[in-house]
């Protein structure tokens, strides 16, 4: 566990961006092989249109990773957050670590984006997406990118997390998010019984339906328990019944293109049917 540790302490860049580009070739050759839904799109065109949000979320995670980093130092430093708290093992820090970054860094920040309206409007381009796969995992508003950072930092006090270990969960976060977005599925019990523990694919499928309440649901990223306790898990029988996308932004005009899409969280904000929000 140490070299582990030690090799994400002093990753290059370039290292973690075969790690995240093999992942999503990989998950990519398989979706076309096996797909859950054979979708009537242009695959190469959808691709290129959700890796252009790569471009904005690395100019945002590159502004603002002298921050993490010094974040990390802090806590380290200053040997406060979980990882000080329980006695044990290296591996066991390093999950503690792990656990207490997917669940603020992605579980809790992912809820209040649901919640909040203006923040709702920022992870909405995220929903906008008709066709599930792969490249959707690389779909977020520069904005929202800002807010999970922002997140991830609170997350690492909480922790105490070194450097290392942040590497270690942002990589693994990335890999699960290609994982569950993929358009495949695994079979029946095989997925169920994994999403007990990780979030599987069916799963994380059911929180891009298009329509309220099941939007709502299933917020996690790695770990499904987080949504088992806090009671916002929802399992449906059939994925192959899911309608994807968001029912205010059903229409490609506003959901494949790229200017509009930058553009809707400065838009008069429209409810959804059944809305939690008002639209005032």
Known sequence: MESFLSFFQDIPTSYRSVILASGLIFFW???GIFPLFRFSYRRYRHASLNLTFTLTTLVVNFSLAFLIVKTADLA???EYGAMNLVPGPLWMSVLIGV???DLIGAWLIHVI???VRWMWKFHLIHHTDTSIDVTTALRHHPGESVFRAAFTMIAILAAGA???VVFIYQTASALFSQFNHA???????LDRALSWVIVSPDMHKVHHH???PLTDSNYGNIFAFWDRIFRTFTEVKNTSDLVYGIDTHMNPEENDELGNLMAIPFQKYRPAEGSKFSDH
């Open 210 to 212: 298009f329509t309220q």
């Open 99 to 101: 656990l207490v970054l």
């Open 113 to 115: 984006q649901h919640k």
């Open 76 to 78: 380290t430093t200053f």
């Open 29 to 31: 050759v398989v979706e």
């Open 162 to 164: 070194p450097i290392g």
């Open 183 to 189: 358009n495949f599925h695994l079979p029946k019990s």
